[in-house]
Nanobody, 115 residues
């Protein structure tokens, strides 16, 4: 059973915005202790790293999403996606890992950008 659960995916037109969230699946998850990342995988392509946020709040982004996507953390980890393009269409999954070697994946949420 996955420890993490994504939500917020859907269909959006090019240029639109969407926010996806990653939260504990069955119980609270303490994201403050984990580096949490968003990955995406489009049909027929390899999984691609999108963005990460460290326990200290530092953020990094793939070049393809810099300036358009923002990762943030409260009780969940969010990915705000603006100016979406058809090439952003993918299943978006969150991944959390800590320095003790524990790591968890969510099951993913579909984001489709199409007119």
């Amino acid at each position: 059973q996955a420890r993490l659960m994504e939500s917020g995916g859907g269909l959006v037109q090019p240029g639109g915005s969407l926010r996806v969230a990653c939260a504990g699946a069955a119980s609270p998850f303490y994201f403050n202790s984990y580096t949490t990342s968003w990955y995406r995988q489009a049909i027929g392509k390899q999984r691609e790293w999108v963005a990460s946020i460290t326990p200290g709040g530092g953020t990094t982004y793939a070049a393809s999403v810099t300036g358009r996507f923002t990762i943030s953390r409260e009780n969940a980890v969010y990915l705000q996606m603006n100016d979406l393009k058809p090439e952003d269409t993918a299943v978006y999954s969150c991944y959390a890992e800590n320095t003790a070697g524990s790591s968890y994946w969510g099951q993913g949420t579909q984001v489709t950008v199409s007119s």
